[in-house]
């Protein structure tokens, strides 16, 4: 069965099992009757099969969503790559959980280069902007530096607007644990659903949500930012 083949599901029996893989075709199964689909589906998950999903080829997938994550997909798309952006929310896209500001002067000087190269992250903070300011105005004017405040919800809408919006770029919204490699060559990527998407190239933008954690006094719990899962799984593919 070939990666063209889309809504194809590879159903495997437990290799402990000692049983023949089982392959299902649900574009067959669809020509069926609703009982017959809805009964084979259901054998596969009695007897312990694992499921993965083969999607279509990618020339760049990039992981993950914050300011890195989204400035590299829209680059990649743009230049004409076939681009799939996957992250753990869709709702989340850009999200600012740690300061909800553009600018300084050290992050000032990333985003005018971002700006200069097409990005998107300065126009998303004039229009999300709530105030501006002119940092360090008792020293010299070598290090006065603009800072935007944003509007965190605003700031979302527009990047996830801009992502959907972009040709050659699909977004979908999955956790990834796995990277796959051939001849020492990264070919594509699993997500904890079981599904594999083929590529030349990926894009680790993680940011602080592998394997992260939060720490309340003695307290340490496995958490993302902002209330978000911490994002598993792929930190033991990277050490491997």
């Known amino acids: 069965m070939s990666n063209k083949h889309r809504f ?3 159903m495997q ?3 402990n099992s000692g049983k023949n893989p089982v392959i299902f075709d649900l574009k067959t199964l669809a020509n069926n009757t609703f009982y017959g689909a809805s009964l084979a589906l259901y054998e596969c998950f009695a007897h312990n099969m694992h499921m993965s999903f083969i999607s279509p080829a990618y020339d760049v997938i990039v992981v993950g969503a914050g300011h890195g994550g989204i400035e590299a997909a829209l680059a990649a798309a743009r230049n004409g790559l076939k681009t799939l ?3 753990q929310s869709i709702d989340a896209i850009g999200r600012m959980s740690c300061n909800p500001s553009i600018g300084g002067i050290s992050k000032g000087n990333i985003v005018r280069e971002i700006d200069a190269l097409g ?3 300065g126009k998303a903070a004039d229009k999300a902007c709530i105030q501006y300011r002119m940092l360090n105005r008792g020293k010299g004017p070598a290090v006065h530096s603009l800072r935007a405040q ?3 919800r605003a700031y979302q809408e527009f990047m996830k607007h ?3 919006t972009q040709e050659n770029l699909d977004l979908k919204q999955a956790m990834v644990v796995d990277i796959l490699t051939e001849n020492g060559e990264v070919s594509g990527i699993v997500t904890q659903l079981g599904a594999e998407y083929a590529c030349r190239a990926v ?3 993680t940011g602080t949500y592998l394997e992260s954690t939060v720490i309340i006094g003695e307290n340490i719990i496995s958490s993302g930012p902002d ?3 911490a994002a598993v799984g792929l930190t033991e593919r990277l050490r491997a």
């Open 150 to 152: 944003a509007d965190r």
């Open 85 to 87: 952006l996957l992250t």
């Open 162 to 164: 801009r992502l959907e």
């Open 13 to 15: 029996f437990d290799a």
């Open 8 to 10: 194809n599901f590879y």
């Open 119 to 121: 990005g998107e992250m």
């Open 227 to 229: 209330g978000m899962h």
């Open 203 to 205: 894009i680790l933008a």
